[in-house]
Nanobody, 115 residues
Framework: QVQLVESGGGLVQAGGSLRLSCAVS????????IGWHRQVPGKQRELVAA???????NYADSVKGRFTISRDNAKNTMYLQMNSLKPEDTAVYYC?????????WGQGTQVTVSS
């Protein structure tokens, strides 16, 4: 089992920045990849950024150059630094961890960008 807890969401004006955190616990050695997704009502959850030892780092085209995924292995924490935020970045952001046979999700954190 893997447990994921997000924090850091909130309300920000367009052009501003936020940093999301994801605290990872449990069977962390079983994790093959980890990343961030987001979802708005009525739409499918979409990948924002992820990394794995096999593939490296991957970003959605819509956030390239603005968002940066990083991790602190000593703290078992993953981050998503979001700069130059746009109203279309408004969504619930979820931390995700991929193992060989299961995908784990956090509870999500709301990010709202006002115009």
């Amino acid at each position: 089992q893997v447990q994921l807890v997000e924090s850091g969401g909130g309300l920000v004006q367009a052009g501003g920045s936020l940093r999301l955190s994801c605290a990872v616990s449990g069977s962390t050695v079983s994790i093959d990849a980890i990343g961030w997704h987001r979802q708005v009502p009525g739409k499918q959850r979409e990948l924002v950024a992820a990394f794995s030892s096999d593939i490296g780092t991957n970003y959605a085209d819509s956030v390239k150059g603005r968002f940066t995924i990083s991790r602190d292995n000593a703290k078992n924490t993953m981050y998503l630094q979001m700069n130059s935020l746009k109203p279309e970045d408004t969504a619930v952001y979820y931390c995700a961890a991929y193992t060989s046979n299961r995908l784990f999700w956090g509870q999500g954190t709301q990010v709202t960008v006002s115009s």
